[in-house]
């Protein structure tokens, strides 16, 4: 029975990875226009952003649709695979980086924006879904298979068990690491060099080094970049000559104009809710930790939680750019140009996510504990 629980998230992620190498070469979707054809890959998107003078833009989307989604399920899939018979040390590394690169394969979210663009580009063209979209569903139904299968504290009581190291008197400060979850205990007499997990390597901390300016930084930068995302258009569309440029709530007005509601509602909520939402919580979780309060506490952790969760999603616009650049480039005819409103709705996602990372969350409840003491 544990080798039937141990062999399906490998399935799964084996079945996710082929999938992925196939979606690599296979057509994505065709679409024919004023007597012309236009094929575009999964690497076309990003590459045309680069065309167009957005370099940062199109790294980005090659980087969260391609390298990530390639090495989260090459290692888990190495790390499943040799869990008994490659290194323990290896291992470890490339778990490790698995749940750190796990949040940045989006093929979930770009499946979404593929779907907003597609409502886009029926209007304009006679689109042909090709092979590689479906595989690409494929891998990431499997690949979310395998991420909820997959039991992470049994994979590194695995690979612990099979380490030679040598376990720390447990009468030490109990430190736990923020990678695997395992209670250190570190002697008082560590030395001033900096502490390791014993289990998986990663660095120990009480607290994220500069956490407070880190995460204010990145919000600051964020919400300097979230005005421009919403006033400046993200894409400008030629169509016989006319052009027209598109704002986030322009795009978002014309879904509801032809009847797509609830896709409207969903980039509502992704592109102005969730961003704006991030930002005021956050900022609210930086006041109240700063000043020491200790109000709603686990309404502030359950906050947290929730935006590490969801700020990813708001990638969904960004996706659609990529899709419509990819494919529209029929010059005078029809075509899609990426304009600045995308480049700094990307910025306002990434710093976003920065600044989620940066905060500590355990800094909240130091007031609590100064009470006790």
Same mark, same amino acid.
């Given at each position: 029975?544990?080798?039937?629980?141990?062999?399906?998230?490998?399935?799964?992620?084996?079945?996710?990875?082929?999938?992925?190498?196939?979606?690599?070469?296979?057509?994505?979707?065709?679409?024919?226009?004023? !007597?012309?054809?236009?094929?575009?890959?999964? /690497?076309? =998107? @990003?590459?045309?952003?680069?065309? #167009?003078?957005? +370099?940062? &833009?199109?790294?980005?989307?090659?980087?969260?649709?391609?390298?990530?989604?390639?090495?989260?399920?090459?290692?888990?899939?190495?790390?499943?695979?040799?869990?008994?018979?490659?290194?323990?040390?290896?291992?470890?590394?490339?778990?490790?980086?698995?749940?750190?690169?796990?949040?940045?394969?989006?093929?979930?979210?770009?499946?979404?924006?593929?779907?907003?663009?597609?409502?886009?580009?029926?209007?304009?063209?006679?689109?042909?879904?090709?092979?590689?979209?479906?595989?690409?569903?494929?891998?990431?139904?499997?690949?979310?298979?395998?991420?909820?299968?997959?039991?992470?504290?049994?994979?590194?009581?695995?690979?612990?068990?099979?380490?030679?190291?040598?376990?720390?008197?447990?009468?030490?400060?109990?430190?736990?690491?923020?990678?695997? !979850?395992?209670?250190?205990?570190?002697?008082? /007499?560590? =030395? @001033?060099?900096?502490?390791?997990? #014993?289990?998986? +390597?990663? &660095?120990?901390?009480?607290?994220?080094?500069?956490?407070?300016?880190?995460?204010?930084?990145?919000?600051?930068?964020?919400?300097?970049?979230?005005?421009?995302?919403?006033?400046?258009?993200?894409?400008?569309?030629?169509?016989?000559?006319?052009?027209?440029?598109?704002?986030?709530?322009?795009?978002?007005?014309?879904?509801?104009?032809?009847?797509?509601?609830?896709?409207?509602?969903?980039?509502?909520?992704?592109?102005?809710?969730?961003?704006?939402?991030?930002?005021?919580?956050?900022?609210?979780?930086?006041?109240?930790?700063?000043?020491?309060?200790?109000?709603?506490?686990?309404?502030?952790?359950?906050?947290?939680?929730?935006?590490?969760?969801?700020?990813?999603?708001?990638?969904?616009?960004?996706?659609?750019?990529?899709?419509?650049?990819?494919?529209?480039?029929?010059?005078?005819?029809?075509?899609?140009?990426?304009?600045?409103?995308?480049?700094?709705?990307?910025?306002?996602?990434?710093?976003?996510?920065?600044?989620?990372?940066?905060?500590?969350?355990?800094?909240?409840?130091?007031?609590?504990?100064?009470?006790?003491?």
């Amino acid at each position: 029975m544990r080798r039937a629980r141990r062999s399906y998230p490998l399935a799964c992620a084996l079945a996710a990875l082929l999938f992925y190498l196939f979606a690599l070469v296979a057509p994505f979707i065709e679409i024919r226009a004023y !007597g012309r054809f236009a094929l575009a890959k999964l /690497d076309t =998107g @990003p590459e045309q952003f680069m065309v #167009q003078g957005f +370099g940062l &833009a199109g790294a980005l989307v090659f980087i969260v649709t391609l390298v990530a989604p390639a090495l989260k399920l090459g290692l888990l899939t190495i790390t499943l695979a040799g869990l008994r018979r490659l290194p323990p040390g290896l291992l470890k590394l490339s778990f490790r980086i698995y749940q750190v690169l796990a949040p940045w394969a989006m093929i979930d979210v770009y499946l979404l924006g593929f779907l907003v663009a597609y409502t886009k580009l029926t209007a304009y063209a006679q689109v042909h879904l090709d092979t590689a979209l479906y595989a690409l569903i494929g891998c990431m139904l499997c690949m979310a298979a395998a991420d909820s299968s997959v039991d992470a504290e049994q994979v590194w009581r695995t690979l612990d068990g099979r380490s030679t190291r040598t376990p720390a008197p447990a009468d030490g400060m109990p430190q736990g690491c923020h990678e695997c !979850g395992y209670l250190n205990h570190v002697g008082y /007499d560590h =030395g @001033p060099g900096p502490l390791h997990c #014993q289990r998986c +390597g990663g &660095a120990l901390h009480a607290r994220k080094r500069d956490s407070y300016s880190r995460a204010w930084s990145f919000l600051l930068a964020a919400l300097a970049m979230y005005l421009p995302a919403n006033i400046y258009p993200f894409m400008v569309l030629t169509s016989l000559s006319h052009a027209t440029p598109y704002t986030i709530i322009g795009g978002i007005i014309e879904l509801f104009q032809s009847g797509l509601w609830p896709l409207a509602l969903l980039v509502f909520f992704a592109s102005i809710t969730i961003p704006l939402v991030k930002i005021l919580l956050l900022g609210y979780m930086l006041i109240t930790a700063q000043l020491g309060s200790t109000a709603h506490l686990h309404f502030r952790c359950k906050a947290y939680r929730f935006i590490d969760f969801i700020g990813r999603w708001s990638m969904i616009d960004v996706f659609m750019v990529s899709i419509l650049i990819a494919l529209m480039r029929f010059g005078e005819f029809a075509s899609v140009q990426a304009a600045r409103g995308a480049v700094c709705f990307a910025a306002v996602v990434v710093l976003t996510i920065f600044a989620v990372e940066a905060f500590d969350p355990r800094l909240m409840w130091d007031a609590e504990h100064a009470l006790h003491e």
